[in-house]
């Protein structure tokens, strides 16, 4: 092999190398810094939409308890999405080792 070559091979393992740390900084950063703020705010809004001991809303007014369900739907579809893109970074990382 020749030293091009070899400089050549060094260079993509490299840039895979810094391909793979990023991906894994991201997924790392949007786990900590979202998923785990999204499940705390769909934790609460759950207790928010529950009912009380009494059987009765523990949010008073329908506007207000129709707007508390809409921004919980909204949260669980964030999830979603995020777990999308979870799959698509590991997916991504994954790809790096087969070209």
């Known amino acids: ?3 091009n070559t070899t400089k050549l091979i060094n260079s ?3 840039a895979i190398g810094n ?3 990023i991906m894994n900084k991201t997924r790392n950063d949007l786990f900590d810094d979202v998923a785990l ?3 705390r705010i ?3 809004l759950s207790f ?3 009912e009380s001991l009494d059987g009765g809303s523990r949010i008073e007014g329908g506007h207000s308890q129709q707007v508390a369900k809409d921004v919980q739907e909204e949260v ?3 999830r979603k999405a995020l ?3 979870f799959v698509e970074l590991t997916d991504g990382k994954n790809s790096l080792f087969n070209s």
Request: glycine residues 4%.
């Open 12 to 14: 993509k393992w490299e």
């Open 76 to 78: 669980s579809q964030t």
């Open 1 to 3: 092999m020749n030293k």
């Open 42 to 44: 769909e934790g609460k």
């Open 19 to 21: 391909a793979q740390s």
């Open 48 to 50: 928010l939409n529950s």
């Open 37 to 39: 703020a999204l499940s």
């Open 83 to 85: 777990d999308k893109i």
